[in-house]
């Protein structure tokens, strides 16, 4: 899919979000990378072969009093 000199990784790599920005729309909350994964503002994904990958945010640590 991707056509890129140095091509971008594959939807089933483990660095698949460091793809190409295709189509970019905050306002509805998604982006679309070159190997064909949907990045989520969630940080949740939809991998082009229909798998879903739960949001995976850093868990925020509770600052001590």
Avoid: Y
């Amino acid at each position: 899919m991707c056509q890129h000199q140095r091509p971008c990784p594959s939807a089933d790599s483990p660095d698949r979000e460091a793809a190409r920005l295709v189509a970019h729309h905050p306002e509805q909350g998604w982006s679309l990378l070159c190997n064909g994964v949907l990045l989520f503002e969630d940080t949740g994904e939809l991998l082009p072969d229909g798998q879903i990958i739960a949001p995976h945010r850093p868990q925020q640590v509770a600052k001590a009093a």
